[in-house]
């Protein structure tokens, strides 16, 4: 009997969209001819099976398109991806957590790190643990059968699906063609860090952050591959023939790979020879720290959060509280006798409910701190307190009037041994010098191994001394050192035309030999430094002059050969023995303008970081009276909103008087909630404003820079910040952007360009592409190195401002250790795309399926066992 040949008619149309189906038709024929075909014609030359094949994987694929169609993304990409990238990031740092107090730190620990994170994953997801199938083949080969066939049965229809033969031989394409080749990808470290370069591609190399990252990191390997490779290029560089101009750019380069390889070897050395020390530890051991003045610290976030703790554990944060809380109630008092006086000179009626207020607000102050009920009481004389009293009994309240008191109060922290000079000698002060970067980190030349290390960056035959070296260096070793303009050059930057000077310096050192480098300054560097020390030094206004500057024609040969002459002799006078003598304290500047290194514009690192304390308006942080001008909802703002409806703005100035003075941590309940027990989404804020990127960005700031660790006032500064940094930018209509943005990523014309980058990384120029060899592993190592250099390089300083130096550094390194496991990683990419399809097929019970899946683990059984006994127990 011979079979009716019946024609099979094969529409090419999928998803409604043509941008959409033209690639997606050549990834199927691909996929069949490389998957299928190459061993099917061995066996037959019947293309009906091929045919029927291809029918069924679109109609698969038109089931999908259609179902995503009809799914709201929004939610899922703004709210549960970053859900689950977060809690995460909390199951990775409960795990380090548990092994930070081993004894041999250099031991490799990955297996022990990978168990004691599924060990967290159960104590936070509590009925799923996804161990099993992330470090085991044999299982996770399973689940993906499992996965699959379920995928088969939602979008296959239902004849093809009970086609047994046919499910489970797209179901093994499936499982192990599609998936398991994409999750090994995806969870590769090396992958991901590749990613990470890439992503930031865009990103000058920052030498501060890679020298950084050569001192921070524990690992011997990475150190290494990054010192073979400034060996081989010293090689290069000493086997080029050239002169000229150019062998001083090449020596240059050939002492900064020479500084490059000993800072390599040193930390080598240190960490095999189990030297290496906790720097706060060390900076606290070593003699001399930056003093930073009371009145600075009270009005800049980050050093009055570890004030504010170093109070509290004294027990004396009524002091403090109070301080910043008159602080709060004045520039309130302020705002509101402004608009009242507005109101008078217009003629308008003033509301008795605004003084009323302000009286309440007041002596709510006074009962809460100063009163014989208040519990703790502002330890005060006790007759500047009863003067107090009566004023607000009799008088209306002034934003002047509780000054006297609160100026004795600063008098007391600022002066009892208890307070401000026991913090500057607590562990406390150090750790905050750290976050402000402002610790001088120790010269290591005293410690016994022999070899000093510089924590400063600068290259061999540079300025080999940290800050501390540099203040206490003597007048004679200074003198030593000599600079002079030696060269100038015209250069052009993206169309900008400007003169650079090369400076050559030269430092004579204790045992006769020299140490000389080139050092390249604009015009505008001069200034700024120039600008820098006649501020600090105004003795020098007079005495140093600086040229002037010239609009036009400054590029002309004879105006810079006279100009370089002119800095020339401002060089000579600066360097000049008589003046370092009268100002010895600025040697660090000079040292800061002479390192062979790109000069910071504005304010130089020493200078700027002093800056940040001198001058607090130009920092961006906030003290505590700008914060509360600058809340979005004040008074003044509220009062022009709703002028006509004088009700609701007197209970709106109620609300605003008491949010914007009472903002310190008694006032706050503590939540009952064990914050490390759950997943991150589960202690978001009913309060906070329903606004997508805020939320967003602080569940994530918790969990990166972990935040929760701070106390409640500066976790509010944060957020205050936040808010205000995002509606400046967006204004109210960063919702509206955030929806937009998420509908362009999902529009037909970027799926398609996603499907075709898919399409040309698989299928290079229509051919398969060959499973690429694993790396050398000098070349991975290198890679680690390059990815965190790239994502330290791009944090902001205002990100550093707002929540510390150190703690930024340590997030980041956080975020890039988590993805340097691979089981941890598997973990993360099944977690999303468990999340994808629940979003994706609301309706079947997907999340009781996962459960149900994963539930398989040793693990889960410990625990429930565990959590039987004590409860038994109780």
Not at 444 to 469: A, I
Request: glycine share 4%; charged share 30%.
């Amino acid at each position: 009997m011979k079979l009716e040949v019946r024609p099979i008619k094969i529409d090419r149309r999928l998803t409604g969209s043509s941008f959409i189906d033209e690639p997606l038709q050549q990834v199927i024929q691909f996929a069949l001819r490389d998957y299928i075909q190459y061993w099917y014609y061995t066996l037959s030359e019947d293309e009906s099976f091929l045919l029927e094949i291809r029918q069924t994987l679109q109609n698969a694929l038109i089931q999908f398109s259609t179902r995503s169609k009809e799914v709201d993304w929004q939610p899922y990409f703004t709210t549960r991806l970053v859900d689950d990238f977060a809690t995460h990031l909390r199951v990775f740092r409960k795990a380090q957590d548990r092994l930070a107090d081993r004894e041999d730190k250099q031991r490799d620990i990955t297996d022990e790190l990978v168990d004691s994170f599924f060990e967290a994953e159960v104590e936070m997801e509590r009925k799923i643990c996804r161990d099993v199938v992330c470090t085991s083949h044999r299982d996770e080969e399973g689940f993906l059968r499992d996965l699959c066939e379920l995928l088969l049965y939602l979008l296959l229809p239902p004849g093809d699906f009970h086609n047994k033969s046919m499910r489970y031989f797209l179901r093994e394409v499936l499982a192990y063609g599609v998936l398991l080749p994409l999750i090994n990808q995806l969870s590769d470290p090396d992958y991901i860090n590749q990613f990470v370069i890439w992503m930031i591609r865009d990103s000058s190399c920052n030498y501060e952050a890679f020298m950084n990252i050569l001192k921070l990191t524990d690992k011997p390997a990475e150190l290494e591959a990054v010192k073979d490779k400034v060996l081989e290029e010293l090689l290069y560089l000493r086997s080029l023939d050239t002169a000229g101009d150019d062998i001083n750019v090449i020596k240059n380069q050939i002492n900064s790979l020479l500084f490059v390889k000993k800072v390599c070897e040193t930390r080598i050395q240190r960490l095999q020879s189990g030297k290496e020390v906790d720097a706060l530890k060390l900076a606290a051991s070593f003699g001399k720290l930056c003093v930073i003045p009371l009145d600075h610290i009270l009005v800049h976030n980050i050093a009055l959060q570890f004030f504010m703790d170093f109070m509290q554990a004294a027990g004396a944060q009524a002091e403090l509280f109070f301080w910043l809380t008159v602080e709060g109630y004045r520039v309130t008092a302020q705002q509101q006798l402004e608009v009242m006086q507005s109101w008078q000179k217009d003629g308008k009626k003033q509301p008795g409910a605004t003084k009323g207020l302000l009286k309440a607000a007041a002596l709510g102050v006074y009962e809460q701190y100063l009163s014989d009920k208040a519990s703790p009481r502002v330890q005060v004389d006790k007759e500047l307190v009863t003067n107090l009293g009566e004023k607000l009994q009799k008088e209306d309240p002034t934003p002047e009037i509780f000054d006297e008191v609160q100026r004795k109060v600063y008098e007391l922290m600022l002066r009892d041994e208890r307070f401000y000079p026991s913090f500057k000698q607590s562990p406390l002060y150090v750790r905050m010098l750290a976050e402000l970067d402002m610790l001088k980190e120790p010269s290591y030349r005293g410690s016994d191994d022999g070899d000093g290390e510089s924590f400063n960056g600068s290259p061999t035959g540079s300025l080999n001394l940290s800050l501390d070296d540099l203040s206490n260096s003597c007048h004679d070793e200074f003198l030593q050192l000599h600079a002079f303009i030696s060269d100038t050059g015209v250069c052009n930057d993206h169309g900008k035309t400007y003169a650079l000077y090369a400076i050559t310096v030269i430092r004579r050192n204790p045992d006769g030999s020299e140490d000389s480098w080139k050092t390249y300054r604009r015009y505008s560097d001069f200034h700024d430094f120039h600008m820098r020390i006649t501020e600090q030094f105004e003795n020098l206004t007079s005495i140093l002059k600086l040229p002037g500057k010239k609009t036009f024609n400054n590029m002309d040969r004879d105006f810079l050969e006279k100009r370089k002459k002119d800095l020339n002799a401002y060089l000579q006078l600066l360097l000049n023995a008589e003046i370092v003598k009268a100002c010895p304290t600025l040697i660090p500047y000079v040292y800061d303008f002479l390192e062979n290194k790109a000069y910071s514009k504005g304010k130089g690192e020493f200078a700027r970081k002093i800056d940040t304390f001198v001058n607090p308006l130009r920092s961006s942080m906030r003290n505590m009276s700008n914060a509360v001008k600058s809340l979005p909802d004040s008074l003044a703002e509220g009062m022009n909103k709703v002028s006509d409806n004088m009700g609701r703005m007197s209970e709106r100035l109620g609300q605003d008087i008491k949010q914007n003075i009472f903002k310190v941590p008694p006032l706050l309940p503590k939540s009952d909630i064990d914050p490390e027990h759950c997943r991150v989404s589960a202690q978001l804020d009913d309060n906070v404003d329903d606004n997508i990127p805020l939320r967003v960005m602080l569940l994530l700031m918790d969990e990166v820079f972990d935040l929760k660790e701070k106390n409640q006032w500066l976790r509010r500064n944060i957020k205050n910040l936040l808010q205000q940094l995002i509606r400046a930018t967006y204004g109210d209509t960063i919702n509206r952007k955030i929806v937009d943005h998420v509908d362009y990523m999902t529009s037909p014309e970027q799926v398609a360009e996603y499907v075709k980058k898919f399409r040309d990384s698989y299928w290079p120029n229509g051919i398969l592409a060959e499973t690429p060899p694993r790396r050398d592993k000098c070349i991975r190592m290198r890679t680690r190195v390059a990815a965190k250099t790239s994502l330290l390089g791009i944090m902001p300083d205002e990100l550093k401002h707002i929540i510390g130096a150190d703690t930024t550094r340590k997030g980041i390194l956080r975020v890039f250790d988590m993805f340097q496991y691979q089981p941890m990683n598997r973990r993360l990419v099944y977690v999303f795309l468990e999340g994808f399809l629940e979003t994706m097929f609301p309706q079947y019970k997907f999340p009781e399926l996962f459960v149900k899946l994963h539930s398989r683990s040793p693990r889960i059984q410990r625990y429930s066992q565990k959590l039987q006994c004590s409860s038994l127990k109780r």
